[in-house]
């Protein structure tokens, strides 16, 4: 028999009782629909969660604090050291001394970088002649990338200051919007040990989208951040503590394992959002779930589809045995209906997640008021549309395999001589 | 012609089991020659059906071998016999077993479309159709003809891929006389004018005595041979 009219007989023994057929491609479609949406649903959040942690830090840059004093379960007494004599109290991290940072120098492989950050005291920022902010620092992180909306990213060569302000301090400052706050001078106030307030003078090369996870606060650039730390200090004496340190390397494991061994306390920009990331990763898992099981009562309602054709077929079959169509013939046309319903079934269910998705996904948002740039609920690509689309389809035949072998087995005669 | 086409050795033929076992044929010997035309007659239940079908390559037998033109059809793997029943014989049934979703052309295309043959179909089964006076229903579906109408759309089925042996089980059964005249003469003209086999099962004394040869099966057993190839 030529493929192609197996396949055209197939398609129409699929739908010979077309109410039934209907019913079997819509219980695929349910399941269908609802693997779509969770893999798009998936995709959306964790490319936004990507977005999000290359706006916390450069992927090689790990974050160095002492284990906290503060933590729940601390095990241990910390030893007192007299560096952290003058260091504020009640930060709740473990601060680390000048001692620590020694222990962390000693376990750095060459290539590895050690940025030190202490203690800083900014205070407020304003434009020229414009009002005074409470100026809160998000910190700086090397090879730092946001998601901007104006302007450029820091430039750590550069020797001077720059800041990435958030969108919401545009206005503020006393910009008319993003673009025109580019290049435009501020000042950052900033206190010393010695309680005298000094201004830095920075410009603003870059304004950030509003973000979930990177921190919706401003940034400097390196040498804001020397800067920072220079008028933090003045007055301090010789002692230094720190908050934290960044060690910028190659191999984040073998960085994150030395500081544990040490009894240091590290993390990486992707462990930070981990936690989110686990979040979605489980919520997924059981729609997912959900979606197997509707695929799964699809599969039976094939099965139970195909076996009632058969069994109204049964002559039918018998017949086409008797004119010398062979048992694989069979079998295959059978596994073909199913094939044909998955195949119809996904596919509509696909189109129809599709729509709905990048319909609703963004009422969705709107509805919950959320209001987050860069965040599209429902993504799809291609890729996984296709292997959902297979999956669907493989599941379907697989449903077909005892129906299809029950029919194969007919022996000519016996189907012909049954009374229907 | 008197070569044998098709041999039948000491066929036995049991269904069911346990006290419900029933034996349809309890060793029946029979050669059908090339050309003839043979009645298979008896009782209902006599095990006449149960012999054309394992004849026509439709069941198997328990005991006993077939024999196709000299080779053993026992040894014939399930795909070969398939292609048996696709090219060499033809089969008619008493209640037609036409399809009646598909139209006229396309039931009585099925043996070639099983059998793979891409050219010339639709040219053929009109051609065959023709023959039988119903080209003009080709396009209708098969629920919409009469009885006899039907059965001569299932021997234009029967007789589409040019087989060599026409097996037909009680084809006028269900037919009234006139109808039932139409569709044994079509028959016989079959087996005249094409030198095709045929084989029939019937209760019908009169379409019985038009075949060269009967024989009767009563109880499982070949009965008797009569008429002018019974020296055969």
């Known amino acids: 028999m030529r493929t192609i009219d197996l396949l055209q007989f197939s398609l129409k023994s699929a739908f010979r009782r077309r109410g039934r057929a209907i019913l079997s491609i819509v219980a695929i479609v349910i399941g269908a629909f609802t693997f779509t949406i969770t893999s798009g649903l998936g995709n959306g959040i964790n490319s936004y969660i990507d977005a999000q942690t290359s706006a916390i830090g450069a992927e090689n840059t790990v974050s160095v604090t002492a284990t906290s004093s503060m933590a729940l379960l601390s095990e241990r007494f910390e030893k007192y050291d007299p560096d952290l004599v003058s260091a504020v109290a009640g930060t709740g991290a473990g601060i680390l001394s000048q001692s620590d940072i020694n222990t962390i120098k000693s376990t750095l492989a060459s290539g590895d970088r050690l940025i030190t950050s202490v203690q800083t005291n900014p205070q407020y920022i304003h434009a020229p002649n414009g009002e005074k902010y409470r100026f809160i620092y998000n910190g700086f992180w090397p090879g730092k990338k946001v998601n901007l909306v104006a302007g450029t990213q820091l430039d750590d060569k550069n020797s001077a200051a720059q800041l990435v302000v958030p969108a919401y301090a545009v206005k503020p400052l006393g910009f008319a919007d993003a673009t025109s706050a580019i290049g435009q001078t501020v000042f950052v106030g900033v206190l010393g040990v010695d309680g005298q307030v000094r201004d830095i003078e920075a410009e603003i090369v870059g304004v950030q989208q509003r973000a979930l996870i990177g921190g919706n606060l401003p940034f400097g650039n390196e040498a804001f951040d020397a800067l920072l730390q220079d008028y933090s200090g003045k007055g301090a004496g010789g002692a230094k503590w720190y908050p934290y340190v960044l060690v910028v390397t190659d191999d984040v494991e073998r960085v994150v394992n030395d500081m544990r061994d040490k009894g240091l306390s590290a993390a990486t920009a992707a462990q930070m959002v981990g936690d989110s990331r686990t979040i979605v990763t489980g919520i997924l898992l059981v729609l997912n779930l959900l979606a197997a099981i509707a695929i799964a009562a699809a599969m039976f309602g094939i099965v139970n589809t195909l076996l009632m054709s058969i069994q109204e077929r049964t002559r039918q079959l018998g017949l086409f045995r008797a004119l010398g169509m062979p048992r694989r013939t069979v079998f295959t046309s059978i596994a073909l209906e199913a094939v044909v319903l998955g195949l119809i079934g996904s596919l509509i269910a696909v189109a129809l997640a599709v729509g709905v998705g990048l319909l609703l996904g963004p009422l969705a948002l709107e509805a919950a008021a959320l209001d987050l740039p860069g965040l599209a609920l429902f993504q799809f690509d291609a890729g996984s549309l296709t292997v959902i689309v297979i999956g669907v389809t493989l599941a379907a035949t697989a449903a077909a395999v005892i129906p299809a072998v029950r029919a194969a087995r007919l022996l000519p005669m016996d189907a012909l001589r049954e009374e229907l | ?232």
């Open chain 2, 1 to 232: 012609m008197t070569e044998t086409v098709l041999s039948v050795r000491d066929i036995q033929k049991s269904y069911g089991s346990g006290s419900g076992r029933f034996r349809a044929l309890k060793g029946v010997s029979l050669n059908l020659v090339e050309g003839e035309s043979l009645a298979i007659v008896g009782k209902s239940g006599s095990g006449k059906s149960t012999l054309l079908h394992l004849m026509g390559l439709l069941d198997i037998p328990d005991e006993g071998e077939i024999l196709y033109r000299g080779k053993s059809l026992s040894a014939l793997t399930s795909r070969a016999a398939d292609t048996l029943r696709n090219q060499e014989f033809g089969f008619v049934f008493q209640s037609f077993h036409l399809d009646p979703h598909s139209t006229v052309a396309e039931n009585v295309s099925m043996p070639l479309v099983i059998g793979g043959v891409k050219k010339d179909r639709r040219r053929r089964v009109i051609e065959v159709l023709d023959r039988l006076g119903l080209a003009d229903r080709a396009d209708e579906r098969t629920s919409v003809l009469s009885g006899g109408q039907k059965q001569r759309v299932a021997i234009a089925r029967a007789v589409i891929a040019k087989p060599r042996i026409l097996f037909a089980d009680e084809p006028t059964g269900a037919l009234d006389s006139t109808n039932g005249e139409t569709v044994s003469q079509l028959l016989f003209d079959l087996n005249k004018q094409e030198g095709i086999t045929l084989v029939m099962v019937t209760h019908s004394p009169e379409l019985a005595s038009t075949c060269v040869r009967q024989v009767v099966i009563s109880d499982g057993l070949l009965l008797s041979t009569s008429g002018e190839g019974a020296a055969r």
